[in-house]
């Protein structure tokens, strides 16, 4: 009976110093950072950039076009659970993610901002019938949540990441806030850099995904159409006469697909209307990082769509 006891004991110490070693590797000295997407990622590097003991990793690190019925990985989990703090976009992108955020420490890059409705917009989208009031596949937000897609709001963004960061490592809070001011007047510069090359040209927009509504309104575009489909649930013929016929009311010279996603519907209405098709980005996934990787993205969004303009 001693011996048994005896290796009871034994086992019951070594387990103890296992998770003693755990508890240790979990709370180093090192401040462990994971952004659920692609562009919040970036903003994250740009806001701790010059930061000692900080680390930015990415979520979900995949080519995507948008999270949509998106389902974590082995790798995506390990990210979750290995950091101090998540990173959100907020404004409803991580609604799925509703379970995995329970009760972790995260920051709403989306806090208090001015959001767009996506009622605010002409959307159509892959059935033949009416969208439902609640699409069970995550389509419906109250809210867009690609506000990243605005400089100027990008830079709001990046604001909220240093605060959030600030009060959880005070130590930083005054690096966090000069490089918040940085990133502000850096983005600002560029916006209005982009503007003057846009000069006072009308830009109607169609796209093929719903994610471009802020990109519009930042640089005073008009977004005749967002038409949202999956490959295999292209928009109705009701659709494609509809978006046919704003083509020709408007002379628009090209419709405009999302990098990742479905290209069909768009392909269609370029034959029917003898028009071109340009590809824009949502920037969710991509090698580059911080500001100047974001701004790229945004950049040779306004290049293709004055190519497709002249």
């Known amino acids: ?71 974590l990985t082995m790798r995506d989990m390990t990210a979750v659970e290995q950091a101090d703090v998540l990173v959100l976009n907020g404004a409803g992108m991580e609604d799925f993610l509703s379970d995995v955020l329970h009760g972790r420490t995260t920051i709403d890059s989306s806090a208090g901002m001015t959001l767009l409705t996506p009622e605010g917009e002409h959307h159509h989208h892959g059935a033949d019938e009416e969208e439902p009031e609640h699409d069970p596949h995550g389509h419906h937000h109250e809210h867009d949540p690609h506000i990243w897609m605005d400089p100027i709001r990008a830079s709001e963004m990046a604001d909220h990441i240093a605060a959030g960061l600030g009060e959880l490592a005070p130590e930083y809070a005054a690096q966090l806030d000069q490089n918040a001011a940085k990133i502000k007047q850096t983005l600002t510069a560029f916006h209005s850099e982009l503007m003057n090359e846009l000069g006072d040209k009308d830009y109607d927009l169609i796209t093929f995904h719903d994610g471009f509504g802020y990109f519009a309104d930042s640089f005073g575009m008009h977004l005749l159409a967002a038409v949202e489909e999956e490959e295999g649930s292209e928009a109705s013929a009701a659709a494609i006469v509809h978006i ?67």
């Open 244 to 310: 046919s016929e704003l083509v020709r009311e408007h002379h628009i010279p090209a419709v405009f697909t999302e990098v990742n996603g479905s290209d069909a519907t768009a392909n269609v209405i370029a034959r029917e209307c003898g028009i071109r098709t340009y590809p824009l980005s949502m920037g969710m996934s991509g090698t580059g990082h911080g500001l100047s990787a974001y701004m790229e993205v945004i950049r040779t969004n306004i290049e293709t769509i004055m190519e497709a303009y002249q």
């Open 1 to 71: 009976m001693k011996r048994i006891l005896l290796c009871l004991l034994l086992i019951l110490s070594l387990s103890l110093s296992s998770c003693g070693t755990s508890a240790s590797k979990n709370h180093s000295d090192s401040l462990q950072i994971a952004a659920t997407t692609y562009p919040v990622f970036l903003l994250t590097e740009a806001v701790t950039e010059g930061l000692p003991n900080v680390e930015v990793s990415l979520i979900i690190d995949q080519q995507i076009s948008c999270l949509h019925n998106y389902t």
